[in-house]
């Protein structure tokens, strides 16, 4: 059946979402010759889940880490990323990843507000593979951004969701490199770091460009010329339909799909139990690519992440808020346990491959031997260090336990008591002795960075440190992720391949929307933001600069409610 929609609206590209990967794409479409561009977001708010996170990208061989003196080459790149995703990595995508993501760091640098600078010493997630940087430099860190420069508008991106200073970039948090003068001034002028720089310079761009940003717009519906793409329904607040042309091509860029239950029990490997993305992440770009007919690709990894079910504050539309767990589990001080008590993983090792350790079966218990799992502080680490959402010596939190013995700590968790003691006596003794015979943590540069500046303890060993001064705190965990990393298949022009690996005309994917170009690998920080917001900058560079044929009668797909 056909029928001709009567649009609200045209456009030569548009953009579904507005997170980072979003709004490169609807810059570059602009920049690159599209003379109509538009925004369709979900929500009131723009940046999702780049707002909320560190903002680094990771784009090996970019001028900032060319400039550093820290050279590249393109066979180290591949190496690295094939032995961290054995057999899943196309040549054609992983090339214009690797020829475009720099290209894309240039243009920000000449084109837009967005300024980055090299981390140089911030080492590779797996600096212990061949053909990584264990010294760093293919991450990049914001410079802070004045939000001052976003007028009225600063009050639409999303919030911060890191425990680092606010003002800070995240080098300099890190760091610690700024007096309390220049914070004085930055906080006077509302300067921001981390993701909240990304989106906050990214959203200035395109207020800067005239692209106009449709808020509370949420996307159900792809309008298809026979086998092309030229338009979007969506619904508004209200629940009325909004009707868009595109007459050059639609990109998704609407996040992953963590927050919707149903899809994460059909695809995921194992349990995802407390996402920390925005919660409006619940897979619609998904499901109008596979009403659209889109091949599907890497739909059981995601971008994992530790994470702790706050009880309050809730998200939006009532849904819980789950605090992220990257730094604490690394500290002097602090294991992670399952339910028998017993260290499973190398604490200190990268978030992502952390995460895949939770989903470790148990043939004979039928269970997830390490899920669910804790972390193990004592009152000597609470002094010290932030833990989540708490300051040093703060308030003890609602989702934290404490008892003045392990055993005790044990049985109000729900941890074997005596699994637990003989591990934390057994952690201590490897603390004096200064390794980890177990699993090895603090043996390699990226173990140690992020106690960088404490001088209590030396490296390479800075992350171990003795549990042993009461009380003692546990906090349950849970198996979280930044977002999914499955969804269409694109080619090398960011355009979404049906399962002939055909394009689909008039359809790009970018960011978490799509399926990650480098599988399931995760280079580095920024390991999510930088291949994803590459791929926006291809598809709307490809936008802007092709134009389509005319196209005639329409008929709309409806994506699954």
């Not at 990894?301 to 992220?324: D, G, I, T």
């Not at 968790?413 to 005596?418: F, K």
Request: proline fraction near 6%; charged fraction near 25%.
């Amino acid at each position: 059946m056909t029928e001709r929609p009567d649009w609200d609206a045209e456009a030569d590209v548009v953009v579904l979402g507005s997170g980072g990967a979003a709004m490169t794409a609807a810059i570059a479409a602009k920049d690159y010759g599209a003379p109509k561009v538009v925004i369709l977001e979900k929500t009131g708010m723009v940046g999702g889940t780049t707002a909320m996170s560190g903002g680094m990208l990771w784009v090996p061989g970019n001028h900032h880490q060319i400039e550093a003196g820290i050279e590249e080459d393109d066979d180290d790149i591949v190496s690295y990323l094939d032995a961290l995703a054995p057999g899943q990595l196309d040549p054609d995508t992983l090339m214009a990843f690797l020829e475009s993501g720099p290209e894309m760091i240039r243009y920000f640098a000449d084109k837009t507000p967005v300024r980055f600078t090299a981390f140089s010493d911030f080492p590779d997630y797996q600096p212990y593979v061949p053909g990584a940087k264990p010294n760093g430099g293919r991450s990049l860190d914001n410079e802070a951004f004045c939000f001052e420069r976003l007028g009225n508008q600063a009050t639409r991106v999303n919030p911060s969701k890191m425990a680092y200073p606010l003002r800070c970039s995240l080098m300099e948090a890190i760091r610690g490199s700024l007096d309390e003068a220049a914070l004085a001034e930055r906080e006077e002028h509302d300067y921001r770091g981390l993701g909240q720089a990304l989106a906050g310079s990214l959203y200035l761009a395109v207020l800067d460009r005239g692209i106009p940003v449709e808020f509370e717009k949420r996307a159900r519906k792809l309008v298809k010329d026979h086998q092309r793409i030229v338009g979007v329904v969506a619904e508004d607040a209200s629940g009325r339909d909004y009707r868009i042309r595109a007459r050059r091509g639609v990109v998704i860029a609407t996040g992953g799909f963590e927050w919707n239950e149903d899809l994460v029990k059909a695809f995921l490997r194992g349990p995802l139990t407390g996402p920390v993305s925005v919660p409006e992440n619940e897979g619609d770009g998904l499901l109008m690519a596979i009403e659209a007919g889109a091949k599907l690709g890497n739909m059981q990894n995601a971008f994992w992440m530790q994470s702790v079910l706050e009880f309050e504050p809730q998200h939006r539309n009532a849904k819980p808020n789950y605090l992220l767990g990257s730094d604490e589990r690394a500290r002097p001080g602090a294991i992670l346990v399952n339910r028998k008590g017993m260290r499973f993983v190398n604490e200190a090792a990268n978030y992502n491959a952390l995460g895949k350790a939770l989903h470790a079966f148990d043939g004979g218990s039928h269970t997830y031997a390490n899920l669910p799992y804790w972390l193990i502080i004592d009152q000597r680490y609470r002094d010290k260090y932030q833990t989540f959402n708490t300051p040093p010596g703060g308030p003890v939190p609602s989702f934290m336990m404490q008892a003045d013995t392990l055993e005790e700590l044990a049985e109000i968790a729900g941890i074997d008591p005596n699994g637990l003691k003989t591990t934390v006596e057994r952690f201590n003794r490897m603390v004096r002795r200064g390794r980890d015979e177990d699993f090895h943590r603090g043996e390699t540069t990226y173990d140690n960075f992020y106690m960088w500046g404490d001088t209590d303890f030396e490296a390479p060993y800075r992350t171990l440190g003795a549990i042993d001064q009461a009380p003692f705190f546990a906090v349950k965990m849970e198996a979280g992720a930044l977002g999914t990393a499955g969804g269409p298949k694109t080619n090398a022009n960011a355009q979404v391949v049906d399962w002939n690996g055909d394009p689909i005309p008039g359809l790009y994917a970018a960011g978490n929307a799509m399926s990650a170009v480098l599988g399931e690998a995760y280079g580095g920080a920024g390991g999510t933001l930088g291949p994803g917001m590459t791929f926006g900058y291809i598809a709307g560079r490809h936008l802007g600069s092709h134009v389509p044929a005319a196209w005639s009668a329409v008929r709309v797909i409806c994506a699954p409610e």
